[in-house]
């Protein structure tokens, strides 16, 4: 074998696992939660300064605008103008359409474009994010509260609730971002949120086709089903020169976007497209709606759900859009900061006749793309749609429907990713499953079904994970130390007489009982093969532990349970590189003792070795091996 | 240091990482399949047999008792006769109290000693379980159904929606079985059941003070606050002759139980006290109860959903319970098994005026340690209680409340297991908060808030972990190939010029970024570290894999960033030894190539080596090093 040195060496004087020297419980508390809630350390810098330095520190973490104020040049204004001015030509009309999927005033559209993105400059730590009203969202809450009231009915009372239920995400945001709870929208994983987006905007397109066609009735289900019914039904009623002035524009728009694709220079003309579409609106710029929110309403419960779901859905879509730009331009963002900027810009937004808004992929892209270098593009962009609301609208006049049906179109077939999906397939197949769960919950159910499919698919996963640990027999590399899967590595081979059992997973109360019966499953098949082959009779169990985190009680009852199942069957339980916080716990609760602390070693190698001179040694003496032999006695 | 013949050895022709060879998409969807609900393997002693052989094992893997009748003898029937008569005095009273527990009439709770043992008997894996009614369960129904119907005032209808309940708590317990989803029992932590327990057991004895006490008027709040006001409102009315006698009656049945347990021939006399005390009731064996199953009453979903909670609370016990017994005796308990033998077994007592029932701890105990062989002695049980019912219920008297009220408190005493909450304690600190919690949601709120903590604490249990992986730095162990971490082994070193990060953890969705944000932290916090030494500068990073057992989109698009972030500061990043899991994903999405095949190891050792050999290379021709170059080029 060419190991006989090693196997020497490593006998005689091999290292022992440790167990980690014992930390006071509150320390290890206070480390637990520390890495819990700030993983991100933010109180890194304010360590050994002094407290002038800490103050003015503090400040520019909660205010970055502090920060980067100081070194503002007029370079990056230049740049941040021409980004400004380029996103406020989209937003305007964007705005406009997506207040109309919200079932709201176009005017409160072009207000959400004014003083959210305000408040974001002050206080967001994204350069590139731009601020305004999102599609899902607006579809969600038109879905959420137009249940309860019509907006078509009694407007006024619709208007107060959707600035409640902004006011209340916006609550929501700010708490969940002061209580360092941000990790909450990880679990909202990228395959959901891309069937979800997918699914959603599936659903918008179809909304459109009322528009599209120019119908006058229309089904107020989002689902797939009762909006075919809805248009089958009232063929006669088509409008088709609608329909072909809707098609032309949207392939207008395309067109321009295609282009702009292939040469980012034709951007401006992508962005400027939909400015030739602006209609008559309301002059002046945002009333204070503050008097508007509607706490003692009987509705106050669904504002207060529509704000929280909504909310979620906007975090998510605003932080993983600022977290891609920022990683392109190599900076970082702090998702529980984001939270707490988002949530005041729409708690300031509530107050000011403003709707839900967070940063929009569309609107962010174009901004990346012309050019922009500081947030400050956002504070062009509101002044630009508060320039249009004081001196423009009049000179606008009424805008189709069916413009803004093809506006909404354009934008949302962008949303819809297949081939991020087709990538997702061919990658991990459950990813894709609960995408595509979440794409067909949205479109056949409805936004809040296909919401709640995803976040299930995705808890479901994790418990799964959790649940169903992998385990599997490792082997020898030949020439070499090292012991690997069989099934992955063709070299490996398995070591007469010995059984190595990898577990993959921490041992918790959600899998002990699974790794039990596997183990002893294991087992059972080892024997099983054994015994018609000719080869070494089956005399010891080592567990490889390397990749067990961690172990809670139920844990260390299972490993309890396996040893006794082993003694029964003269087997001999070796375990192999248990970690720290393992060997803490095994030490406390005894375990140690009960498999002896001999028996446990720093690599798989040395425990197959310890194995194999006791075989050998034993096979010299007597056929018989005595299990109660440990190594260390005979070596 | 020594290992120059190794450097040699492994750098020439080392073993490459593989990918494990592709499997079709179906078989390994149907592998997975088998893995998540199959762990057992139940098929596995039916291959390669002839059909006649198949389908005898397939009836006595259904119908146990066909296994083992043909090899029961005299002198197991001896034994399980004695086991017998001994739990059927236990389970006489027991009953009665419970049902009582439960606001049902006496006899209900000997009925359901008849019924459901005769069905287990032939269906159950188990051959200690002995089956009856239960405390916490019968709570849990008076508690959810007496809020809507009351007992008193209309017992005709409490008691059809008592066996509605239990109706559909069979047909939930068989449907997990034949789904296979017997983990999500698993998911109740032993550590939430501890506390969840107590907590009941401590709310049965408060609930017991009224008949101890001699009260007649009572507070229909279980929590500890209620209670204690309603106790000490009505000072004047306590009956001291009642407390005392109840007191004293408490007294002998511990001291009994207290002999049993110094010296197990006590037993008897421990299971037989309870006896002393049987009064009047209505002779006959069980009523047909189909009839009264009330499908189309107005409450039935309150029934439907009594049913569900206390059949999985009814299932953890009883599962629980056989397993531990099991483990003593080396056999196998089916989980998904005994689901379907619970639960056709409280179908068919439903339709035989039983109430829910189960396996319960104490006199499972009592039928172990009185020397049962088999499940015969549920029969002999059963007919003691059949004959009872026949003929011997006249002879017995009126029992005083204050009588069961001490049979209970002596019982639940029992199962508050408070050295099990301090060795929680000691182990693991957060598996006693979940403990603490679910006690304190029990006896302060009420059953079902106790439930919804213990399952909501265990759930975020799963998911913080899942959330929140460990990542630690290694270091080399002197005169070895190995690395561990640093914090557990005060002999590792760290290597100049090489950050070695294990992760403990799959990468997830819901980790994917925490992951991020620390590993960037650790590169940084050792670039600060290097900045002040002397030491080389950092210039390699080696992601430790062989605890990441899988990886998700999201996970791969993590990996792709901490690529780009160690790229944009002049850092090259290894990998060593990813799983096959990971590496086929790794390699579907290509990462791989992205990272360079060469820079994937299968030790960290290897890995280190090659670092140092182009640090050694680099220093010897140039100061600064080229971060294109190859180790394989080098070598």
Redesign the interface.
């Known amino acids: 074998m060419g190991n006989a040195d090693f196997d020497h060496?490593?006998s005689h004087h091999h290292?022992r696992v440790?167990i980690?020297p014992p930390k006071p419980?509150l320390k290890?508390?206070m480390s637990n939660v520390k890495?819990?809630l700030f993983?991100?350390?933010p109180f890194?810098k304010f360590k050994n300064q002094p407290l002038s330095k800490k103050i003015s520190l503090g400040l520019q973490y909660f205010v970055p605008i502090l920060d980067w104020a100081p070194r503002y040049n007029f370079q990056f204004f230049k740049a941040d103008v021409i980004a400004g001015i380029t996103i406020a030509s989209l937003a305007i009309p964007q705005g406009i359409s997506y207040a109309g999927l919200a079932n709201l005033p176009p005017v409160i559209g072009l207000y959400s474009s004014f003083v959210p993105p305000m408040i974001y400059a002050m206080l967001g730590s994204s350069k590139h994010l731009a601020i305004g009203n999102v599609a899902v969202p607006s579809l969600l809450i038109s879905a959420m509260l137009g249940k309860f009231v019509n907006p078509h009915e009694n407007p006024n009372l619709y208007l107060q609730l959707v600035f409640t239920a902004t006011f209340f995400a916006g609550v929501f945001q700010a708490s969940l971002g002061f209580l360092r709870l941000g990790?909450i929208v990880?679990?909202?994983?990228?395959?959901?949120i891309l069937g979800f987006m997918g699914g959603a905007a599936t659903v918008v397109c179809l909304q459109q086709l009322k528009g599209i066609l120019g119908l006058v009735q229309f089904t107020h289900q989002t689902d797939i089903l009762s909006v075919m019914r809805s248009i089958f039904s009232q063929m006669h009623q088509w409008r088709w020169e609608s329909g072909v002035l809707g098609c032309c524009f949207l392939f207008f728009l395309l067109l321009t976007r295609y282009f702009s694709k292939k040469k980012p220079t034709f951007f401006w003309i992508s962005a400027m497209a939909p400015l030739t579409s602006i209609g008559y609106l309301k002059k002046g710029i945002n009333p204070p709606s503050y008097s508007q929110l509607a706490f003692s309403s009987q509705y106050l419960t669904i504002a207060i759900k529509t704000g929280v779901v909504t909310s979620v859905i906007a975090l998510a879509e605003g932080i993983a859009v600022g977290?891609s730009f920022a990683?392109l331009e190599?900076y970082?963002i702090d998702?529980n900061k984001e939270m707490i900027a988002f949530g005041l810009m729409n708690i300031a937004g509530s107050c000011t006749s403003c709707y839900l808004t967070t940063g929009p992929f569309s609107r962010t892209a174009v901004n990346f793309n012309a050019g922009c270098k500081t947030v400050v593009s956002n504070i062009v962009m509101a002044t630009a749609v508060m320039i249009t609301l004081l001196f423009l609208t009049p000179l606008f006049h009424y805008t189709p429907l069916v413009v803004l049906s093809s506006i909404i179109i354009a934008a949302m077939l962008g949303i819809i990713d297949y081939n991020a999906a087709i990538?997702?397939w061919?990658?991990?197949?459950?990813?894709f499953l609960v995408c595509v769960s979440s794409y067909i919950g949205v479109v056949f159910g409805s936004v809040e079904v296909g919401l709640i499919v995803a976040v299930a698919m995705?808890?479901l996963?994790?418990?799964?994970?959790?649940?169903?640990?992998?385990t599997f027999v490792l082997g020898k590399?030949?020439?070499?130390?090292?012991y690997?899967?069989i099934?992955?590595?063709?070299?490996a081979s398995s070591v007469p007489g010995v059984l190595i059992i990898h577990i993959?997973?921490?041992i918790?109360?959600?899998?002990?009982?699974?790794l039990r019966?596997?183990i002893?499953?294991w087992i059972?098949e080892e024997e099983e093969k054994q015994r018609t082959s000719t080869e070494i009779e089956l005399q010891y169990v080592i567990l490889d532990m390397?990749?067990?985190?961690?172990i809670?009680?139920?844990g260390?009852?299972m490993l309890e349970?396996v040893k006794?199942?082993a003694d029964?069957r003269c087997l001999k339980v070796l375990l192999a590189?248990p970690?720290?916080?393992v060997?803490k716990?095994l030490d406390?609760?005894n375990f140690i003792d009960t498999i002896g602390k001999e028996w446990i070693y720093?690599?798989v190698g040395e425990a197959v070795n310890a194995c194999n001179y006791i075989l050998q040694t034993c096979k010299f003496q007597s056929k018989r091996i005595d299990s109660s032999a440990t190594p260390d006695d005979n070596v």
């Open positions: 060496q490593y290292q440790e980690p419980f290890t508390l890495e819990t993983p991100d350390d890194r990790f990880d679990f909202l994983s990228h395959a959901t977290r990683i190599n970082d998702g990538r997702l061919k990658v991990d197949k459950y990813d995705s808890l996963r994790v418990l799964l994970f959790v649940a169903r640990p992998k590399i030949p020439n070499s130390m090292t690997r899967s099934e992955q590595y063709s070299v993959d997973a921490p918790y109360f959600a899998n002990a009982s699974y019966e596997r002893s499953r059972d390397s990749a067990v985190g961690n809670d009680t139920s260390i009852s349970e006794r199942i029964r590189n970690g720290g916080e060997m716990k406390k609760s720093l690599t």
